[in-house]
């Protein structure tokens, strides 16, 4: 494999790793140049599986040998990584580049790959079955929950994820982590408009259930045992809310059903990870 022993933090071969903890720089860098960044052998071993393509990769020499499948495989056999570099940094190098102690083997620089529209999304979905179950993240901020979300999507069956405009990057480097990779597994796409995109929802057979605190809600369990859930071929979207406000009152408004997990000690609400997970496993095949 070619490598580039990097020994200036300043190199400006390095611009798609630099200043990895600034939120807000990379939340706008990364989408605007097609890039994201995935950290850990595992999901960069997932992302090259999924078809995704590296632009460079970045590590400490003691991590070559084991991800040297990885690198092989993600540039196409042992001729084609003459135009994906490998930098290969010392420890306190890689800590100047990036702003943390890189401790999960490698990082590497990925091309973003295209965004498909909702409706081929849904139609592509199961091998060309189509969704019969869809997780909407409304508004959902922190980037721990969205790859969360995904985990559970991917564990529990969930078909296809769509995120609404003001929602995370799924492909965020901290949610594309704490999703150990499985960003790449459940099919996923950004909506243009919400709620406005439930009645294209309602148009496609789904029935769209809000996980919310409301007087009219029904419990989880209740909603479960209903034709929405159980009746052969049934299609549902389950919209879960960004934390704290929880669901704009315009999505209850628009959505089928209103559904709330049953809680007692106190608690009124889980956090929205946690209430996924539940929702996904309640709703499962």
Not at 122 to 141: N, P, T, Y
């Amino acid at each position: 494999m070619p490598l580039i022993r990097i020994n200036d933090p300043d190199d400006d071969r390095l611009g798609d790793y630099t200043n990895l903890t600034d939120v807000a720089l990379r939340s706008k860098h990364e989408p605007a140049k097609g890039l994201y960044i995935a950290e850990s052998s595992n999901v960069i071993s997932r992302a090259v599986e999924a078809g995704h393509r590296p632009r460079s990769f970045l590590m400490a020499e003691k991590w070559l040998a084991s991800m040297a499948a990885v690198i092989t495989a993600a540039t196409g056999g042992d001729d084609g990584g003459a135009d994906v570099p490998v930098f290969v940094a010392e420890e306190p190098v890689l800590r100047a580049i990036t702003g943390f102690h890189l401790h999960r083997g490698a990082l590497a620089a990925m091309h973003r790959p295209p965004l498909l529209g909702v409706r081929e999304l849904l139609a592509s979905a199961r091998g060309g079955q189509g969704a019969r179950r869809v997780a909407i993240l409304e508004d959902i901020v922190d980037h721990t929950n969205v790859g969360a979300m995904f985990r559970s999507a991917a564990g529990l069956g969930v078909d296809a994820v769509l995120v609404t405009p003001r929602c995370a990057d799924p492909l965020y480097r901290r949610s594309v982590r704490v999703s150990m990779g499985t960003v790449f597994q459940v099919p996923w796409t950004r909506l243009t408009v919400w709620p406005g995109a439930v009645e294209k929802l309602h148009d496609a057979g789904y029935t769209v259930a809000a996980l919310a605190l409301s007087d009219d809600s029904v419990s989880l369990d209740e909603f479960v045992a209903s034709p929405a859930v159980r009746a052969p071929g049934s299609k549902l979207a389950l919209v879960l809310g960004t934390e704290g406000d929880g669901l704009a009152r315009s999505t209850v408004e628009a959505a089928d059903a209103v559904v709330r997990i049953p809680m007692s000690g106190g608690v009124d609400s889980l956090n929205v990870a946690a209430a996924s997970a539940v929702a996904f496993w309640a709703t499962r095949a």
